[in-house]
C-alpha cells in the first residue's frame, strides 16, 4: 500500500468515527428535552458546510473547475437523501440502529454493480451478499419475526448513500475536492429548504449548540470522507467506512445511552461487517 492510499484509508476511518458522533449529538439533544426536526438537522449541516468551503475557498483562493455537471448534482442529490434519512432513523430509532443500517450502503453498491454495470459475480459472492441480507433482517428485527417501520429509514440511507458514493467514486476522477463540496453543500441547502421549508425556524440558544456541534463534526467527516475517496475505491472506502458498525455497537449504550445489541443484534452486525469485508477483498483480488 503506498502513501496516499494509506492516508486515503485514514481519512475515511476518521470520518466514520465522525459521523458517527455527529449521529450521537442528535440524541443528546434528545435526551436534553429538546425537539429538533431530522429536517432542521439536515438543513444545518448543510448550510454551514456550504458557509465552511465558501470560506476555505475564498482563503485559498480555488476556483470551481466543472468537467461533468451531472455526476456534481447526482452526488449532491444522492447525498442529500442519504443524510436526511439517516437523521431520521437516528431521531426515530436509535443510534446503534441507524449506523448499522446507514453502513448497508457497501452490499448495495455491489448489488447495483451487478445489476447496472455487469460487475464480476461468482455463486460465493452471491451468497455472501444473501447471508448480509439475512444480518440486515436481524438487525430490523432483532428478537421477533417482525420490524418497526421506522427501522427502513435507516435501510433507505444505506441504499441512497450507496448510489452517492458511486457517483462521488466517478466525479472525484474529474473534480477537485472543493468544486465537490460546493455543489454537495450548497445544492443539498436548496433542497432540504424548499421541501421543509414548513419545518425551517430559527432556534432556540440551546437547540443552535446542538446544531453547531453536530454540523461541524458532520462537515469535518465530510472533508476527510470526500479527501479520502481520492485515492481508494468506493468498494474499498466502504470496508474501512464499515468500522462504523463496530463503533456504533461498543459504543451506543455507553455514549448515545441505547440499550445494548442483543445476541441477534450482534450477529447481524457482524455478517454485515464480515461481507464487507470479503467483497473488499474479492474486489482487491480481481
Known amino acids: 500500500m503506498d502513501t496516499r492510499t494509506a492516508l486515503g484509508c485514514l481519512a475515511v476511518f476518521g470520518s466514520a468515527f465522525f459521523f458517527y458522533l455527529a449521529t450521537v449529538i442528535i440524541k443528546w439533544s434528545s435526551m436534553a428535552g429538546f425537539e429538533i426536526d431530522s429536517s432542521l438537522f439536515t438543513f444545518a449541516r448543510f448550510s454551514m458546510g456550504f458557509v465552511t468551503v465558501l470560506l476555505v475557498m475564498g482563503i485559498g483562493r480555488y476556483k470551481i473547475k466543472i468537467v461533468k455537471k451531472r455526476l456534481l448534482i447526482g452526488r449532491a442529490i444522492g447525498n442529500c437523501m442519504a443524510v436526511y434519512c439517516f437523521f431520521k432513523g437516528v431521531e426515530l430509532t436509535s443510534v446503534s440502529q441507524a449506523n448499522i443500517l446507514n453502513m448497508t450502503y457497501p452490499l448495495f453498491i455491489t448489488l447495483f454493480s451487478w445489476i447496472f454495470f455487469k460487475g464480476r459475480q461468482d455463486p460465493v459472492a452471491v451468497f455472501i451478499v444473501l447471508i ?65 421549508f ?20 458532520a462537515i469535518a467527516g465530510q472533508y476527510l470522507f470526500t479527501l ?33 445489541l442483543s445476541l441477534s443484534g450482534w450477529t447481524g452486525a457482524f455478517l454485515i461487517f464480515a461481507a464487507n469485508v470479503y467483497l473488499t477483498a474479492r474486489k482487491a483480488k480481481g
Not at 179 to 194: A, K, R, S, Y
Not at 231 to 239: D, H, L, M, P, Q
Open 132 to 196: 448480509a441480507f439475512a444480518g440486515v433482517w436481524l438487525i430490523l428485527a432483532p428478537d421477533k419475526l417482525s420490524f418497526d417501520f421506522n427501522s427502513l429509514w435507516g435501510l433507505a440511507s444505506g441504499i441512497s448513500a450507496a448510489v452517492a458514493i458511486m457517483v462521488l467514486n466517478l466525479s472525484r476522477k474529474v473534480h477537485d475536492t472543493h468544486t465537490t463540496l460546493f455543489f454537495m453543500f450548497g445544492l443539498g441547502t436548496l433542497i432540504v429548504f424548499f421541501l421543509f
Open 198 to 217: 414548513d419545518q425551517m425556524r430559527l432556534p432556540s440558544a440551546g437547540e443552535f449548540s446542538y446544531l453547531f456541534w453536530c454540523s461541524a463534526i
Open 228 to 260: 479520502g475517496f481520492k485515492y481508494v475505491t468506493a468498494i474499498e472506502g466502504g470496508i474501512i467506512s464499515s468500522t462504523r458498525i463496530l463503533l456504533a455497537a461498543m459504543l451506543g449504550p455507553f455514549i448515545a445511552m441505547d440499550a445494548s
